[in-house]
Each structure stands twice: as structure tokens, then as C-alpha cells.
């Protein structure tokens, strides 16, 4: 279904054929009418029909900005104001342009202008538009004037074009035409000095709003109030309670990480640890995303911002870059549309349309397949994906940003624009509580309203977010701060065994009993749940309740889980612990496991299993891990160093994590230097080889400790 230039003629594979003559037609793909395979949103003409007269406008906006954007023309070109009951001088929109493209299928020349209609018209009245306000509906002998819209596209050459929501058989549209040539005439001007006149009615017009996917979703949950299989345009994803019940706060805080940041020579060289500003982070992805095929990966713990950040990338006129536009964005959750976001990416990107994909809840894997579609030859999409965490750092074409905390003031703003009646009290409290993550200062502060004085204290707070007015039910909690212990926990289909087993062997309680207390937190917005797992959310929250429960549980308890748990589970416990590393318990569960009847033997270390689990402790007892590596791999010989084969990855993850710390960097890096003289990853770039000389950079090194001269 794709119209193509070739030899002067255009071809449609599948559906009508419009015209021959391309002359000065920009050569893009465009999607012809329907046909048999249609989009899961596909618009036809009857939904135009009911568009009333401002959505018409909106969507003759939204298509000329669409156009220009399939084409390269800039942005600016287009001018739609949306106050319909202005007078307009014959004209609803226009785009005007100069350079580049002469024409395309939709835009007729460098100068055309849209007169909407939400209403049938004939060839009476559409004669009565072409005239000055003047010269309408009056008997009289002098000649008739032209509305400033035409004479403007008469004396430059340009097109008029009536933008109507009523479907028009061929005959009638030829009938119009006429109609309006002839008014021309009569005012003593000459129609053939324009470049075009037409009618787009509610056929054609369905046939342009389906070239472009964002536009046809954009109509499609406009008339459903829903979106469509999951997909939301911009304007729609607004509405959704986290973006629209919380006002925007800005702020100068440097919370915006770039993977591979490379300072420029103006700019100033901040801490490794310092990133962007909201601001520099706006105008870096916005340049980024201005090139087809770009790609964009938002990375940090739930909670942190990473959608409201795309959202607020597209909001507002003044916030978007020429070549970037809100009218082009696609939004979707993964665990809702599943692998639909796929097959409708490689539709949009094998049709060469110029849409924004945004897709939250988007794994590595997930992101990697949309990554593939995104970067096809003659792909104009640019995907945008977000996530908790990724192992993707420096990828050609992709820039990834990851989030740091928010800063103590950011939160505190937050906090009154949700609550402004909360006083300073409540305010530190919250802050508190939040820990950075401006989700759960949300959560707190849309409830504190109620009863602040029920906020004074963290465990209250809470307590409060947990609970809320619902009565409090130890059981359902004991259920809960269990969980928390697990990054995901499987709780029904082919997984469900997870769950049965957490309830027999670690919360004692029956499967239905635990199951049932976990869903009953859901209303609460802090259990999320992906396919057949959970897990409690904002992270903050979970590692409290979580180190709550360790700290209950008795040793043998803890050694016998996870001697005799599935690998699966055990791992999961180990993902979680990683947000553990304030906890006296979970530091203490650390240390034991790294015992050398445990993790801390050559044997653990060199299976896939121990050497994962070395590299998830790092970041709750790094000087353990440090200890124990050394004491394992220290006093080997290089040959002895060969056999470390299957933990190997692992164990250079962790070391790299360890070097760069300055209290370990020695060691970690005395280590990495034993590896890397025993390489047996030569086919990767990131081996120990190449991650100990990549520490003694002088810039980006990958490390807090100092770079120091020995003579």
C-alpha cells in the first residue's frame, strides 16, 4: 500500500491509483487509501464526518504539521490558528515554505491555503466563501471582491483548498471546483494563475490522516475517549492521572545522566557523577531525535520521572524543536499492548512515516527488537523506550539517559504543588520519605491533605500510603513486606510456583491467603504487575518494607532459603538487595554468603549462578566482594586464571563496578590486570583487558580514584 515515484507515473501496489502527473511531487512514501490490511486505528470516512468544527481544524493542524514533517519542510511553515470564531479572511490554515520540496501529494504548492468546513456545502455557498464579506449575499450591480486568502495564493501562485468534514462523490468535488473558478472569474481575476484548486472531503481526508499513524490514532481516541488497542497520542497520554493531576516542576538540578558523556571544551568539566539539567537535557535529546532512526533510552528506578521527562519533551509550542512535533508521538505501555508495539513499528517503519514511538515498561529485549525495526533502511521512525534499568550503555544511534535522585528542593516543590495547604512539617517528612523518588512524594502528598497530623513520622507516612483509611491487616502486610524482598515474583501461569513456594517456605501462610493479600495492594498503586509477575513499587518503599522483614528473619531461615530456593528466586532476592545497601541486615546476609562454603570458593565464582550473585552483592557489601575476590583469585597463578571461564563475565562486571570506587580501585584493578593477562574474551570489546585500560584514560576512565604521576 505504498505510493512511490518511478519513471514520471505513480505506483500503488495495493489500492486506487490517484494521479500521474508527480511533477515537483516529493518523492516520500505514502500510504494510498484502505485496502485490505488496515491499522489497528485506521480512520475512514464516516469518523470524519463526525468530527464537529474545532476538531477539524485541530486535525487540519495536526496533518499539515504531519506532512511537513514527512517531507523535511520545517515546522514553522504551518499556521493554524484554533480560534475558529475569528474572522478569517477566507483562510482556516496554511503552510508556506520556500526551498526544498515544490509540492507533495497533500500540499499542491509552496503556498497553500485550507478553508475547514464542518458542514455540507454547495455550489452556492462555496462560491459565496471565495468572496469578501462585502460582497456576500448583496444584490447589487458592482463586481464582487475576493476574500484576501485567494488573492494572495492568485498573485503568488499558490493553492486553495477547502478542508471539508462531508463525504463528496467524484462528481460533486468536479461541480465544486467549477463553482469556485467561476467566482473567481467573475471578480475579473484568472483561476489558472493558482497552482491548484480543490476539495479534500471527508474521503480524501481520512486517506491523508491515514498516511500518518499518530494523526489517525489522534482521531481514533478522540472519538472513542479511549485509546485505541493501547496506543495513545500525545494529547491523550496527558490525560492519564500522573501527568495530569500533578503539576510540572522544574528545576537546575544536574539529574539527567547522558551514558559516555564526553564534555566539550565550553562546557564546564562537572564531577563524573553530575549530568544535565532538565533544560540541557531537553535540547540534547530534542537535537538527537531531530535525525530519522534516532533512539532514545530513559533508564532509572520507578517513580524517578522518566516518563513525565518524554511528556514534557512535547508539551508546549515553545518546547519543541522545527523538526519535532507532539502530533507525531505514539505512546504505550508494554504490559498493555504487548508485542502489538512491534508489528505496528514495523508497519510504520517499512512505510517510511515519520512517527515518534514512546514505550514505557520497555525491557532490554523488547528494546532491542524495536531498536532493529527503528534503524530499516528508509525507516523515518524514532523510538523512545523507558525502563527500569539497562545493560545498554553505548550504542551507535541510541542515547541513553539514566536519572539520578531528585534533589531535596525539587521534592519539596513537588510536594506543594500536589498539596500546597501541607505545611513545612509534613513537607520535611515527605522529603524524607520520598528518598529522591518524586512518585512517592506524589502518593504522600495527595493523601496528607486529609489528615496532616497523621504525617509525623516516616513509618506513619508510610503507613499512610500502604493503608491509606483501608483498616491494617498484619497479615496482608507480612504478605507484602515478603514480596518486597523479591525484585519480580512470579504469581500465576507458568510462574505461579514462585509464589505457592514464597508462601509455604518463607511466609507460612497458605498460597490463596498470599496471593489474595497482594492483590489487595493493587488499588494502591504500589504493586505493578508485567505478564505473570509482580512487584512492590516505588523502589524506596519496597527496599523499607524489605529490610523490615529481613531483619525479622532469623539466619538459618535466610541460609536455608536460598540453599534450597530455585535459582530463579534466589536471583530475584539478590536483584533486590542491590536497593538494600543501608540495611545492617541485608549487609549482614551479604557476608553470609560470601562464606567460602557458599559464594566465596573458586568453584562458586567460576558457575554462571555464584558469579552473577558476586556481581549483585557488590553493591551491598563492596568491601566484602572485594575481600572475597581477592582472597579466591589472588593467589592463583596465571595459568590457574585460565580456568575461570563461565563466571568470568561476571566477575568483570564486578570488578568494574569495584574500580570504580577509590577505596577498591587497587585492588579491582590489580585484579582486572590478572584477568586481562589471561584474556579469553577477545571477541568483546569490554573484557578485562580492555575495561583496565580503559581506567587509565585521562578522561572518562570509569573512575572516582585520581589519576597521580610516578616517576
Not at 31 to 53: C, H, K, T, W, Y
Not at 54 to 76: F, G, H, N, T, W
Not at 305 to 331: C, M, P, W
Request: with cysteine; net charge neutral; hydrophobic share 40%.
Amino acid at each position: 500500500m505504498l505510493l512511490r515515484r518511478d519513471s514520471g507515473n505513480l505506483r500503488i501496489k495495493k489500492g486506487l491509483v490517484i494521479g500521474s502527473n508527480t511533477e515537483g511531487i516529493d518523492e516520500r512514501c505514502h500510504e494510498a487509501p484502505p485496502g485490505q490490511n488496515l491499522m489497528i486505528f485506521e480512520v475512514d470516512a464516516a469518523q470524519i464526518s463526525r468530527l464537529d468544527s474545532v476538531k477539524l481544524v485541530q486535525l487540519m493542524k495536526r496533518l499539515l504539521l504531519a506532512e511537513c514533517q514527512m517531507v523535511d519542510i520545517p515546522l514553522r511553515a504551518v499556521a493554524v490558528p484554533v480560534q475558529i470564531t475569528v474572522p478569517d479572511g477566507g483562510e482556516d490554515g496554511r503552510a508556506e515554505w520556500a526551498g526544498g520540496t515544490a509540492s507533495t501529494i497533500y500540499l499542491p504548492s509552496r503556498l497553500s491555503i485550507f478553508q475547514s468546513k464542518a458542514q455540507n456545502i454547495t455550489e452556492r455557498s462555496v462560491q459565496a466563501e471565495i468572496f469578501a464579506k462585502s460582497g456576500r449575499g448583496r444584490k447589487q450591480r458592482v463586481k464582487p471582491k475576493l476574500n484576501d486568502a485567494i488573492s494572495e495564493a492568485l498573485s503568488r501562485g499558490g493553492s486553495y483548498i477547502i478542508f471539508c468534514s462531508y463525504p463528496f462523490t467524484g462528481q460533486k468535488i468536479k461541480k465544486l471546483r467549477k463553482s469556485i473558478e467561476s467566482a473567481i472569474a467573475q471578480t475579473g481575476a484568472v483561476p489558472s494563475q493558482l497552482a491548484k484548486i480543490d476539495v479534500y472531503d471527508a474521503n480524501k481526508i481520512a486517506d491523508w490522516v491515514n498516511t500518518h499513524p499518530a494523526v489517525a490514532l489522534w482521531v481514533t481516541s478522540s472519538e472513542r475517549r479511549r485509546s485505541a488497542s493501547g496506543f495513545q497520542p500525545h494529547e491523550g497520554w496527558g490525560r492519564s492521572p500522573e501527568i495530569a493531576m500533578v503539576p510540572w516542576v522544574g528545576n537546575d538540578a544536574r539529574r539527567f545522566i547522558p551514558a559516555g558523556r564526553v564534555v566539550s571544551d565550553g562546557e564546564p568539566k562537572f564531577q563524573r557523577h553530575e549530568g544535565w539539567t532538565f533544560g540541557e537535557a531537553a535540547e540534547a535529546t530534542r537535537k538527537h531525535l531531530s535525525e530519522d532512526r534516532a533512539i532514545l533510552r530513559i533508564v532509572g528506578p520507578s517513580g524517578f520521572g522518566k516518563s513525565r521527562f518524554i511528556y514534557e519533551l512535547f508539551n508546549g509550542q515553545d518546547a519543541i524543536a522545527d523538526h519535532i512535533d507532539a502530533t507525531a508521538v505514539i505512546h504505550s505501555l508494554l504490559p498493555i499492548v504487548g508485542d502489538e508495539v512491534a508489528k505496528l513499528a514495523l508497519e510504520v517503519s517499512d512505510a517510511a512515516w515519520p512517527a515518534i514511538f514512546v514505550v514505557d515498561d520497555c525491557p532490554d529485549d523488547m528494546h532491542s527488537t524495536l531498536a532493529e525495526i527503528t534503524q530499516r533502511a528508509g525507516s523515518r521512525l524514532r523510538l523512545l523506550t523507558v525502563d527500569v534499568e539497562t545493560k545498554m550503555q553505548q550504542v551507535e544511534g541510541t542515547l541513553v539517559i539514566s536519572l539520578a535522585p531528585a534533589p531535596d528542593e525539587l521534592i519539596g516543590n513537588i510536594v506543594k504543588g500536589v498539596a500546597p495547604n501541607l505545611d513545612d512539617a509534613d513537607v520535611r517528612f515527605i522529603n524524607e520519605l520520598a528518598n529522591g523518588f518524586p512518585r512517592m512524594a506524589v502518593l504522600a502528598a495527595q493523601r496528607g491533605g486529609e489528615r496532616r497530623d497523621a504525617i509525623l513520622s516516616i513509618d506513619q507516612v508510610l503507613d499512610r500510603i500502604i493503608w491509606g483509611r483501608r483498616p491494617h491487616n498484619e497479615e496482608a502486610q507480612k504478605a507484602l513486606e515478603i514480596l518486597s524482598l523479591f525484585d519480580w515474583l512470579g504469581l500465576s501461569g507458568r510462574v505461579k510456583e514462585q509464589a505457592a513456594y514464597v508462601a509455604r517456605e518463607f511466609a507460612g501462610m497458605g498460597e490463596d491467603t498470599f496471593i489474595e493479600a497482594i492483590k489487595s495492594f493493587r488499588p494502591r498503586g504500589i504493586i505493578v504487575q508485567r505478564g505473570d509477575f509482580v512487584q512492590v513499587q516505588p523502589i524506596p518503599l519496597a527496599a523499607r518494607l524489605a529490610a523490615q522483614r529481613l531483619l525479622l528473619l532469623p539466619d538459618g531461615k535466610r541460609g536455608a532459603f536460598f540453599k534450597e530456593a530455585s535459582r530463579e528466586l534466589r536471583m530475584s532476592v539478590l536483584r533486590r538487595m542491590r536497593w538494600l545497601d543501608t540495611s545492617p541486615a541485608a549487609q549482614a546476609f551479604a557476608k553470609q554468603l560470601l562464606r567460602e562454603d557458599c559464594l566465596g570458593n573458586f568453584g562458586a565464582l567460576n558457575s554462571s549462578f555464584g558469579s552473577e550473585a558476586i556481581d549483585r552483592l557488590v553493591h551491598v557489601e563492596p568491601d566484602a566482594v572485594m575481600a572475597t575476590i581477592d582472597r579466591v583469585l589472588g593467589g592463583l597463578t596465571l595459568d590457574q586464571l585460565r580456568d575461570l571461564e563461565e563466571g568470568r563475565r561476571h566477575i568483570v562486571w564486578a570488578l568494574e563496578k569495584l574500580a570504580f570506587r577509590k577505596k577498591t580501585f587497587e585492588s579491582a584493578a590489580t585484579q582486572l590486570r590478572r584477568l586481562g593477562a589471561t584474556e579469553t574474551e577477545s571477541h568483546i570489546e569490554n573484557n578485562a583487558r580492555g575495561q583496565f585500560t580503559q581506567l587509565y584514560q585521562l578522561y572518562l576512565s570509569g573512575t572516582e580514584a585520581e589519576p597521580r604521576i610516578v616517576c
